[in-house]
């Protein structure tokens, strides 16, 4: 797998289809919740995932990736969004954090979060708030990865497989306190 890099949308857009590719793929075999429901619709992905590279492109959003060794296959993938805001120019949300099943429990989610996190400080966005299922596998990942879990809300999510309504665990990290604490250390 590659070293996560910063897609660009000049460089990059040849990889939008393995990149939908990947979310579905996180959708219909690991039921997450990101965006989509079921039944998939590839032209929708497509869709989404080019409006997102639009979005890459003006700076309101940042998009690591990771690919296999031929550069051709989207391993793993972490989507930041950073809006313009005057009361919260500081903060950042994780959309979402998708790695394919044969490259899983390598690291790779890790290294991706790694990379997204020194963009964002790099950008100013040391507030970083991801979210995940509660209850879930995602819960223990963000906690290993130094995030504060600030609560669960009800309801917030539809599970795309069942059409259920499931709770949504919501985290925080201020990576402005973190960085001083590696400066300090």
Known sequence: MSTPFLFSPSSHTHLLPSLASLHATCITQ?????????????TALQTWWTARARDIDSGTRLLVLSTNADGNEVKGAALLSMPWSQTGPFRAVVEGLW?????????????????????????????????????????????????????VIPDRAIA???GTFR???????????AGAEIAAG
Do not use: C, Q
């Open 30 to 42: 690991d039921h997450t919740i990101s965006t989509f429901t079921l039944p998939l619709n590839p």
């Open 99 to 151: 790695v394919a099943p044969d490259a899983r429990r390598r690291g790779l989610g890790r290294r991706l979060v790694e990379t997204m996190e020194g963009e964002a400080r790099v950008r100013g966005r040391g507030l970083v708030m991801p979210d995940g299922e509660a209850g879930g596998l995602v819960e223990m990942f963000w906690d290993r990865m130094g995030y504060t879990k600030m609560g």
């Open 167 to 177: 709770d949504m665990a919501i985290y925080h990290k201020d990576l402005r306190k």
């Open 160 to 162: 795309p497989h069942d």
